[in-house]
């Protein structure tokens, strides 16, 4: 059975500070998908990943797959209020798409 | 574009008491996903359908919960009896094609209590 672990599971800091979540596996994927999730809603999706090292970048968030793509990480540059929410990885192989717990980040104003 | 349509938002009900969630995906999108949220916890997939057929209903407890997607549109998961521990987030999700990695759009779930 493939797992995802997620840490930290809760992180909160103070705005303007960087942050760094981990999402690690024992097993391969072929792809890795970050999503956010905010209270009452569903999970929206940041960014997929599909190739090993890969690093994609959306404003201040940097995201990285592991070079034997079991790993990713999630790096914020001065966090801000508005990035408080559940961090969630989801990792996919063959038809199957697991998520991890997820990462819940509070930004103190 | 309307997004993901659930409802209802919330649902408190009595245990052995049978529940339904409706789903209606974004327009267009063959794929159909059901997913279960525990709080604290990720999203674990119940069934996954393309069009009208459950491709994937593996962690479905099929003891007592059920669905489907007649038409290959909106969706329906039933619950019959609850019990306690099925208090958690029923999500929705869609994307157009189930590959592995289409987006997947979720609508805002479900939240049923069991009493």
């Known amino acids: 059975t493939q797992l995802l672990e997620q840490s930290p599971q809760f992180l909160s800091i103070q705005e303007g500070e960087n942050l760094t979540v981990y999402c690690n596996s024992s097993s391969v994927f072929s792809s890795l998908q970050w999503y956010r999730q905010e209270p009452g809603e569903g999970p929206v999706l940041l960014v997929t990943v599909v190739t090993g090292g890969e690093v994609k970048k959306l404003k201040r968030l940097t995201f990285q797959f592991g070079d034997a793509r079991k790993d990713s990480s999630l790096h914020i540059t001065a966090a801000q209020p508005g990035d408080t929410g559940l961090y969630l990885c989801?990792?996919?192989?063959?038809?199957?798409?697991?998520f991890g717990k997820g990462t819940r980040l509070h930004i103190l104003p | 574009e309307a997004g993901v349509v659930q409802s209802p938002r919330y649902k408190i009900i009595e245990k052995k008491q049978p529940v339904a969630f409706w789903c209606n995906p974004i327009s267009g999108h063959n794929t159909l996903y059901w997913y279960l949220q525990n709080l604290g916890q990720g999203p674990e997939l119940l069934i996954r359908?393309?069009?009208?057929?459950?491709?994937?209903d593996s962690q479905l407890p099929k003891d007592r919960f059920s669905a489907e997607r007649l038409k290959g549109v909106d969706s329906t998961l039933k619950i019959q009896p609850a019990e306690l521990g099925d208090s958690a987030v029923y999500l929705c999700?869609?994307?157009?094609?189930?590959?592995?990695?289409?987006?997947?759009?979720f609508g805002p779930g479900t939240r049923l209590t069991v009493l």
């Open positions: 989801a990792g996919a192989e063959d038809d199957k798409i697991i």
């Open positions: 999700a869609s994307s157009l094609h189930g590959g592995r990695t289409d987006t997947q759009y």
């Open positions: 359908y393309e069009n009208e057929e459950a491709v994937d």
